[in-house]
């Protein structure tokens, strides 16, 4: 496969090249893509520098599947200009993912409705992932009826930019603010930017993004999104009301069972999911698994992921995978 990574000098990019090298992904040629500001830079992948290059010199050299996190005014410009050479783009932004026409997938869960003629296809918002990978083997048993989430989430989630503010904030040097307050000793009620609605475009993601992956508008949700000193994950607390009862062992084993998600929740041990453990991990880690005894049906836990892994880079690889093995690109 001829892959480029567009957004390669970025930390999705980073990690997509990581990731990439780690799962021996079937790579004869790569192409390394950013803004004009990098084009000359010298990345490394296994071992070899590689040259940054444009993306008009990118679309000219016809690669294959094309692996997209550069943002969404990049993706919505020049995603369908590799789609046009006949590339498959696997795209991180937020440009396609409510797009009718354009699948939003988490492997494990929707990756069977991907076909040959999808030549753009949408990596859901980090948030989600982690919430859907928690949620998608509960629905199915029990049927959700309206879930509540908060999110704590980690400064890697908005970029570069976001952990130099905290590194500088930490040592007590005046740089460059990603966000408009200190984020270092602070909690941010503020993802993204804020809709007419009063919520942030991210809140909106995590109500908007689940629907579509699970194929289901049947339950309704809601989020408050913030942003916390951390570097290594998002943590979400979720409480999810069923149309029918469960049994907390049944929801363990259920969970436990689940490709891709981790149960780590032992109140002996004091063993709950926490970012800075799973930082580099590509599992989704549940914990703090709980009756809500405020109302029927009702369950409380906690999701942790490392929103670079599988909340972008390991999700997009995945479904990039997924479409070799299944002779779909
Ligand atoms: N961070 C996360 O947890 C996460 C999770 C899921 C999805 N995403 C999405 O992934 C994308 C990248 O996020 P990030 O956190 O990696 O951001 P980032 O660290 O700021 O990196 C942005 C990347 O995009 C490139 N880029 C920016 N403008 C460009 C342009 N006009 N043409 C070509 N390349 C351009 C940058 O290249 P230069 O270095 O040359 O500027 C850089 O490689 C965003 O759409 C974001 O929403 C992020």
């Known amino acids: 496969m001829k892959v480029a990574v567009v957004g390669a000098t970025g930390m ?67 995603a369908p200009k590799f789609a046009e050479v006949g590339c498959t783009v696997v795209d991180n932004s937020s440009a396609w993912r409510m797009d009718a026409t354009k699948k939003l997938i988490v492997p494990e869960i929707n990756g069977n409705i991907l076909t040959k003629e999808d030549k753009i296809i949408a990596n859901p918002n980090c948030s989600t992932i982690q919430l859907v990978m928690a949620l998608a083997p509960l629905h199915k048993k029990y049927t959700m009826k309206r879930v509540v989430i908060s999110t704590y989430q980690s400064v890697s989630g908005t970029g ?54 699970l194929g289901d508008n049947s339950f309704s949700v809601t989020a408050t999104a913030v942003r916390i ?59 703090r698994i709980r009756r809500d005894e405020s109302q029927p049906n009702t369950l409380n836990m906690w999701i942790v992921a490392d929103n670079l892994r599988k909340g972008a880079a390991t999700n997009t690889i995945q479904i990039a995978e997924y479409l070799i093995e299944n002779n779909l690109v």
């Open 160 to 213: 570069v930019k976001a952990v130099q503010q905290l590194e500088d904030e930490t040592k007590g040097i005046k740089g460059e603010m990603a966000y408009h307050y200190p984020i270092h000793r602070n909690a941010i009620p503020h993802c993204d930017v804020f809709l007419e609605n009063g919520y942030t475009k991210e809140e909106m993601k995590l109500v908007k993004e689940p629907k579509k992956i």
């Open 12 to 78: 999705v990019g980073n990690v997509l090249l990581q990731v990439l090298a780690e799962r021996n992904f079937p790579i004869t040629e790569l192409l390394v893509v950013a803004s004009e500001r990098s084009v000359g830079k010298q990345l490394e992948y296994k071992g070899k520098k590689y040259t940054v290059i444009g993306l008009q010199d990118a679309v000219d050299a016809h690669p294959d599947i094309a692996l997209f996190s550069a943002g969404g005014t990049t993706s919505e410009i020049w």
């Open 229 to 287: 000193p951390t570097a290594g994950g998002h943590s979400e607390a979720v409480n999810v009301q069923f149309e029918n009862d469960f049994d907390l062992g049944e929801v363990r084993k259920l969970l436990h069972t689940t490709p891709g998600v981790v149960v780590q929740d032992n109140l002996d041990t004091n063993t709950y999911p926490m970012p800075i453990y799973a930082h580099t991990k590509d599992d989704v880690f549940v914990g």
